[in-house]
């Protein structure tokens, strides 16, 4: 089994900037590619972005040059560095992380992101 729990979420202004924090524990030697997916009221679940074991990253169109994701392996920690935000991006972020074969798929809790106009 994995826990995911995500942190940094909160309220802030058009322009401003946010870090999300995702901490892995439990079998995280299985794990392979991580990513961070949103979901705004009355919208399905979107991909922001996704990085894979070895660093390869996958942006969603309207986040790339805004948001970048990283992965501290050794921490068993996923990062979403969020700038430029936009009252568009609010939404509640949720981690993801899946097997190496895709046969198991984790997510965190979630973490609500606002940002104001």
């Known amino acids: 089994q994995v826990q995911l729990v995500e942190s940094g979420g909160g309220l802030v202004q058009a322009g401003g900037s946010l870090r999300l924090s995702c901490t892995a524990s439990g079998s995280i030697f299985r794990l392979s590619t991580m990513g961070w997916y949103r979901q705004a009221p009355g919208n399905q679940r979107e991909l922001v972005a996704a990085i894979t074991r070895g660093g390869s990253t996958n942006y969603a169109d309207s986040v790339k040059g805004r948001f970048t994701i990283a992965r501290d392996n050794a921490k068993s920690t996923l990062y979403l560095q969020m700038n430029s935000l936009k009252p568009e991006d609010t939404a509640v972020y949720y981690c993801?992380?899946?097997?190496?074969?895709?046969?198991?798929?984790?997510w965190g809790q979630g973490t609500q992101v606002t940002v104001s106009s």
């Open positions: 993801n992380a899946e097997t190496a074969s895709g046969s198991y798929v984790y």
